[in-house]
């Protein structure tokens, strides 16, 4: 059974949680300090996951069965940056997984067909970035999704993380208890840690992944009994 998708926190969801995490009041704490906090934290935590590898990275994305819209957010919360998407994987079984191709009329969503999604397209929704697919999943199917990492602002109320809620929340957790003195400031800068590199350890097994079509063969040249020949 699909695991339902993780929500990202908002730079305010975010601030506030860390207000009560590190036992400040309401309106009496110190908001720039732990403001900065934050924009650090997604700042470090995205150098960090940068750090695995090429800028490209594979992250998953389960569909609901019945509804062909969903906002562009990965299974582990974090959302998928305007114009980063390279391609996107629809997974069938426990080994095939097929390329969607990008573009969908109007006339293929006028028909309503449920099915295996072969085609895919972005668009914002009440100003979130949304990933469409066609036609509509009958079942709860699970995208791989291969885009680039984009830093972003994070700064404003609304805005999401750079990188997985949950890590940028760690690490903004860890660095406020030290910044206060807390003592369990360590404690949750270890929680931080292992969390960090469970993420390098799974973003480093997507990347082993490829995919048959996207295998590239190059001409070369060999020798044979009748001389040097191009082979495929």
């Known amino acids: 059974m699909p695991q339902p998708a993780a929500t990202p926190k908002t730079f305010a969801e975010m601030l506030a949680s860390l207000r009560s995490r590190v036992k400040l009041h309401a309106t009496l704490g110190n908001t720039p300090a732990l403001e900065g906090i934050l924009e650090e934290a997604n700042e470090y935590v995205f150098r960090e996951l940068a750090g695995c590898g090429p ?60 099915g295996v999604p072969e085609c895919y397209d972005t668009r914002d929704v009440s100003d979130v970035f949304t990933l469409e697919v066609y036609p509509i999943p009958g079942y709860a199917y699970k995208l791989y999704v291969d885009h680039d990492r984009v830093l972003l602002r994070f700064s404003q109320g609304t805005d999401l993380p750079s990188a997985p ?68």
């Not at 095939?96 to 006339?107: D, F, N």
């Open 55 to 114: 800028g490209m990275i594979k992250s998953s994305l389960t569909l609901t069965a019945g509804v062909a819209t969903k906002a562009f957010i990965t299974d582990d919360g974090q959302a998928v940056a305007r114009g980063s998407v390279r391609e996107l994987w629809v997974e069938q079984g426990d080994t095939l997984r097929t390329p969607l191709s990008q573009g969908i009329s109007h006339a293929m969503r006028a028909t309503g067909m449920t």
């Open 165 to 232: 809620s949950r890590l940028v929340f760690g690490y903004a957790l860890a660095m406020a208890k030290s910044h206060y003195g807390q003592a369990d400031a360590e404690v949750a800068g270890q929680s931080f840690r292992t969390m960090l590199s469970d993420e390098k350890y799974r973003q480093r097994e997507n990347r082993r992944f490829i995919p048959p079509t996207a295998a590239r063969r190059d001409p070369r040249v060999v020798l044979t009994a009748g001389g040097y020949r191009q082979v495929s």
